[in-house]
């Protein structure tokens, strides 16, 4: 599925092409996501933790990674998700990891990333794809409205602890009548 993206950039033309992840990658798409995490308020990174999801991700029959690959580099990634959506009545895709390393950036690579995402998203009968997007993230947000993404009325909530797994909740959260003020 290599999908060749080529634009003229500033000061050099790349020809990035976008195919799917491999264990090989792994540690160039961590260093690609300890990019994307220092400019997101709600995660830290951790490389173990970040390496597991790799394999999870690389290893799940519903699920892809994908990587822009300029001369044997790994410069951008891009995960999809299927899940299954009560609105669309079948399949949708949750979009994460989208990020392009800094100097890679502006050269169509994010867009080829997600071009090649929806025609995955396509394959598997996904009606939507959907992503978070870090509200502090300006460029981010404004390269996803460049490229057709729309704004919903709904926020992200996000629960970390789950009562009867051995996690235990933080003093407050989640126990009933506490005053549960932080959203986390």
């Known amino acids: 599925m290599p999908m060749e993206c080529t634009r003229q950039g500033l000061a050099a033309t790349t020809s990035a092409r976008v195919r799917h992840g491999r264990p090989a990658d792994i540690d160039a798409l961590l260093d690609l996501l300890r990019t994307l995490f220092a400019i997101e308020e709600d995660f830290v990174f951790d490389r173990a933790k970040a390496r597991q999801g790799l394999e999870l991700l690389l290893d799940a029959a519903t699920a892809t990674v994908l990587v822009a690959e300029d001369d044997g580099r790994v410069v951008g990634m891009c995960t999809g998700q299927v899940v299954i959506s009560t609105a669309e009545g079948g399949p949708a895709v ?38 978070l997007a870090d509200r502090g993230n300006g460029d981010g947000l404004a390269f996803y409205h460049r490229t057709g993404w729309q704004c919903t009325q709904l926020i992200c909530l996000r629960k970390k602890h789950f009562p009867g797994t051995g996690h235990s909740s933080p003093p407050g959260q989640g126990q009933p009548g506490a005053d549960n003020t932080e959203g986390s």
């Not at 989208?98 to 050269?107: K, N, S």
């Open 94 to 131: 949750l979009v994460e990891d989208v990020v392009v390393q800094p100097a890679w950036r502006g050269r169509g690579i994010g867009r080829a990333l997600l071009d090649a995402l929806a025609a995955w998203s396509g394959r598997q009968g996904a009606r939507r794809m959907q992503l």
